[in-house]
């Protein structure tokens, strides 16, 4: 019998599961923002929309507001914290 920690996985889903698994909740990603703002990243605001499509408004230091879906939010997210 075959386990399935030893099933061989196509090479774009164990990058897929992994991706998953870091993947930032609504919080977290609150609580990246406001360090962002606290850093002077973020000039002073963002919000939440719970909508469909464009869910997160955040104001950049430089620049005019952006709008992010829930991917983009979170991409972003990482960039701050690789910053």
Known sequence: MVHAA???RAPGERCRAKMEALRLT??????QLRQAVTAG???GWYRHLPLKGREWVVNPMA????SYDRDGIRCFCEMLAAA
Do not use: L, M, R, Y
Request: aromatic letters at 6%.
């Open 26 to 31: 609504d919080d977290e990603v609150k609580v």
């Open 63 to 66: 620049g005019p507001c952006v």
């Open 6 to 8: 030893n099933t061989p």
């Open 41 to 43: 990243i973020i000039w």
